[in-house]
């Protein structure tokens, strides 16, 4: 199984912050990286799919970057909506892991 | 608009089978991926396994020896069992759509489950 590990686990920030999240997978995946947004009681929302392609509807202050085995999340400016949790995940040969998370506060 | 509508039992006790069912409204089975996740309390995802339209599978290894994922096209519903449940199978049961990037697009409502005796 290909591990996903992302750093930090928790992150606090303010309004108007610039945020990063990494993600590092075990083994290279090349591009085949989404990174979600889940808030309390909610399914998880794709953000971005194949580690840079924004999903329709997503805001443009979120975006991602990399490849191979390191990939990092960016929210340029954070608003009161983004705080939530950040999930990595990875798809490499129909097999699928998540990261474990990164709780981001204020 | 796609969406996808699950259900099924809620409470089990231990050594039963969990069950659940999603069904696809507005759009089609073709082309796409149907996965199910789960996310035990105050825990991450973790994926279960994937079924394609043609009936093709794959499975989490470390669930796959009870996990059963099937497809009915004429319904457009997919769906999932878990043999021999645990406290350890309590979560959130989520069914997804996944495209060709292998990213989750389209979610569930989630479908709480309790495994206790």
């Known amino acids: 199984d290909i591990q996903m590990t992302q750093s930090p686990s928790t992150l606090s920030a303010f309004v108007g912050d610039r945020v990063t999240i990494t993600c590092r997978a075990s083994q290279s995946i090349n591009s085949w990286l989404a990174w979600y947004q889940q808030r309390p009681g909610k399914a998880p929302k794709l953000l971005i799919y194949?580690?840079?392609s924004l999903e329709s509807g997503v805001p443009s202050r979120f975006s991602g970057s990399g490849s191979g085995t390191e990939f990092t999340l960016t929210i340029s400016s954070l608003q009161p909506d983004d705080f939530a949790t950040y999930y990595c995940?990875?798809?490499?040969?129909?097999?699928?892991?998540f990261g474990q998370g990164t709780r981001l506060e204020i | 608009q796609v969406q996808l509508q699950q259900w099924g039992a809620g409470l089990l006790k231990p050594s039963e089978t969990l069950s659940l069912t999603c069904a696809v409204y507005g759009g089609s089975f073709s082309g796409y991926c149907w996965s199910w996740i789960r996310q035990p309390p105050g825990e991450g995802l973790e994926w279960i396994g994937e079924?394609?339209?043609?009936?093709?599978?794959n499975y989490n290894p470390s669930l796959k020896s009870r996990v059963t994922i099937s497809i009915d096209t004429s319904r457009n519903q997919f769906s999932l069992k878990l043999t021999s449940v645990t406290a350890a199978d309590t979560a959130i049961y989520y069914c997804a759509r996944g495209g060709v990037t292998g990213a989750f697009g389209i979610w569930g409502q989630g479908t709480m489950v309790t495994v206790s005796s």
């Open positions: 079924i394609n339209h043609s009936g093709s599978t």
């Open positions: 995940q990875q798809y490499n040969s129909h097999s699928i892991t």
């Open positions: 194949k580690a840079s």
